[in-house]
């Protein structure tokens, strides 16, 4: 086993920062948390170092406890939020610090630095100070200076928050293959979503100091159990619906949002926590979602629903529209090649009965067709 925490608590003054908080992360694996500020990340991060000491339960890393360990001697690399470089030394000097620390020959300190920063394509600024460096190649640095020294266990606080599109997307991809050639077991703090998806093998969504759920990203992403995870991972839509009627493969679901003028019947694909009666939130993802003009044919294997344009805006390839049906409104993401509507126009709003999928509180399945479907947002949002 990689790290564990069981039922961890912190208070800063009185004030709770983390509570009952229990993790497993396997050995080699690349575990992302996410979660907004102040949820307890870098305290989370803190604690598996031994820089801050919890309140009460266990640390284990490696299959030890860790409770009585000095952060020297937990075989952890850390890359912290605010970079925290030596100011004093030279980029070769930060990162050699640690690999003289274990008594390396200097050729060798050298050999391993230069190859390093060849990785991240910074070696041009080896000879440099960190005030002269810009926050991105700061980073860079920080990232360098925690891997050399090869650990056992990574933690990494916003690694990449400061570099530009391009430089996230090859740090990210290097330091992937870092951890796969190493297998370093791994826990990182992201903000970014398709950091998070793209790099971890499974994500922890963390709210006010406990996690809410642990998954693999595409799960995560298309079985979140609760409205806060669902609106973490970037969820829009969110559906209040009573269960009217199941069928063999569908069921009949009532819309009810409390805002909605005219509540509205939609058909969705059956799941096997359905039962008559029983109140539901459901999700649709705003990609999942189809426009059509007023006279325009909607085949019957679609939902309807009528709607007014009430806000757009262009992100790369894909238009947002934002679709008033009534009191309530809907987020669609539509390719831009497909969008020809303007501000005001009347549209349906069409969905097809797998694109809703409910808040269960439990995971409720798993298959190929949340795949796929991960797959075309991926290549919508590239
Ligand atoms: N040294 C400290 N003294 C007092 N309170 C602290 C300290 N460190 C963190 N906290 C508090 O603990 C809570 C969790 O902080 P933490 O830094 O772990 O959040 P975070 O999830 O990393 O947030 P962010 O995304 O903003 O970095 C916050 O309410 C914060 O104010
Ligand atoms: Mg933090």
Same mark, same amino acid.
């Given at each position: 086993?990689?790290?564990?925490?069981?039922?961890?608590?912190?208070?800063?003054?009185?004030?709770?920062?983390?509570?009952?908080?229990?993790?497993?992360?396997?050995?080699?694996?690349?575990?992302?948390?996410?979660? *907004?500020?102040?949820?307890?990340?870098?305290?989370?991060?803190?604690?598996?170092?031994?820089?801050?000491?919890?309140?009460?339960?266990?640390?284990?890393?490696?299959?030890?406890?860790?409770?009585?360990?000095?952060?020297?001697?937990?075989?952890?690399?850390?890359?912290?939020?605010?970079?925290?470089?030596?100011?004093?030394?030279?980029?070769?000097?930060?990162?050699?610090?640690?690999?003289?620390?274990?008594?390396?020959?200097?050729?060798?300190?050298?050999?391993?630095?230069?190859?390093?920063?060849?990785?991240?394509?910074?070696?041009?600024?080896?000879?440099?100070?960190?005030?002269?460096?810009?926050?991105?190649?700061?980073?860079?640095?920080?990232? #360098?200076?925690? #891997?050399?020294?090869? *650990?056992? #266990?990574?933690?990494?606080?916003?690694?990449?928050?400061?570099?530009?599109?391009?430089?996230?997307?090859?740090?990210?991809?290097?330091?992937?293959?870092?951890?796969?050639?190493?297998?370093?077991?791994?826990?990182?703090?992201?903000?970014?979503?398709?950091?998070?998806?793209?790099?971890?093998?499974?994500?922890?969504?963390?709210?006010?100091?406990?996690?809410?759920?642990?998954?693999?990203?595409?799960?995560?992403?298309?079985?979140?159990?609760?409205?806060?995870?669902?609106?973490?991972?970037?969820?829009?839509?969110?559906?209040?619906?009573?269960?009217?009627?199941?069928?063999?493969?569908?069921?009949?679901?009532?819309?009810?949002?409390?805002?909605?003028?005219?509540?509205?019947?939609?058909?969705?694909?059956?799941?096997?926590?359905?039962?008559?009666?029983?109140?539901?939130?459901?999700?649709?993802?705003?990609?999942?979602?189809?426009?059509?003009?007023?006279?325009?044919?909607?085949?019957?294997?679609?939902?309807?629903?009528?709607?007014?344009?009430?806000?757009?805006?262009?992100?790369?390839?894909?238009?947002?529209?934002?679709?008033?049906?009534?009191?309530?409104?809907?987020?669609?993401?539509?390719?831009?090649?497909?969008?020809?509507?303007?501000?005001?126009?009347?549209?349906?709003?069409?969905?097809?009965?797998?694109?809703?999928? *409910?808040?269960?509180?439990?995971?409720?399945?798993?298959?190929?067709?949340?795949?796929?479907?991960?797959?075309?947002?991926?290549?919508?949002?590239?």
């Amino acid at each position: 086993m990689g790290v564990v925490l069981k039922k961890i608590s912190k208070n800063y003054n009185g004030r709770t920062a983390l509570k009952d908080l229990d993790l497993e992360v396997s050995r080699g694996e690349f575990h992302v948390l996410l979660g *907004p500020n102040g949820a307890g990340k870098t305290t989370v991060l803190s604690v598996i170092a031994g820089l801050t000491k919890q309140d009460k339960g266990t640390v284990m890393v490696g299959g030890r406890n860790a409770n009585g360990l000095p952060p020297e001697k937990r075989k952890i690399g850390f890359v912290f939020q605010d970079y925290a470089l030596f100011p004093h030394l030279s980029v070769f000097d930060n990162i050699a610090y640690g690999l003289r620390v274990r008594r390396l020959k200097e050729t060798e300190i050298a050999r391993k630095i230069d190859y390093y920063l060849a990785r991240v394509n910074i070696e041009k600024e080896k000879n440099k100070y960190p005030h002269q460096l810009s926050g991105g190649q700061k980073q860079n640095v920080a990232l #360098i200076r925690a #891997i050399v020294t090869e *650990p056992e #266990i990574l933690l990494l606080d916003e690694p990449m928050s400061d570099l530009d599109a391009p430089a996230r997307e090859k740090t990210g991809q290097e330091l992937k293959n870092f951890q796969q050639e190493m297998g370093i077991t791994t826990i990182c703090v992201t903000h970014d979503q398709d950091e998070a998806f793209s790099l971890g093998d499974r994500v922890s969504v963390l709210n006010e100091g406990k996690i809410e759920q642990i998954e693999a990203p595409h799960d995560l992403f298309y079985h979140p159990k609760t409205e806060f995870v669902a609106r973490f991972v970037g969820a829009k839509n969110i559906l209040k619906a009573r269960i009217i009627k199941i069928q063999q493969h569908e069921a009949i679901v009532y819309i009810n949002n409390e805002c909605l003028v005219q509540p509205f019947k939609i058909r969705v694909k059956k799941y096997p926590i359905f039962e008559k009666g029983k109140e539901i939130s459901l999700c649709i993802h705003p990609e999942k979602i189809v426009l059509k003009k007023p006279n325009e044919a909607v085949g019957n294997n679609l939902n309807r629903i009528r709607g007014k344009i009430v806000n757009k805006r262009s992100n790369g390839k894909t238009l947002r529209a934002t679709i008033d049906i009534g009191g309530t409104e809907i987020h669609a993401a539509i390719p831009k090649a497909l969008f020809d509507f303007r501000i005001h126009e009347n549209v349906w709003v069409c969905f097809a009965p797998d694109a809703p999928h *409910p808040l269960c509180g439990k995971r409720c399945r798993a298959d190929e067709a949340g795949r796929r479907c991960l797959n075309e947002i991926r290549s919508i949002r590239s």
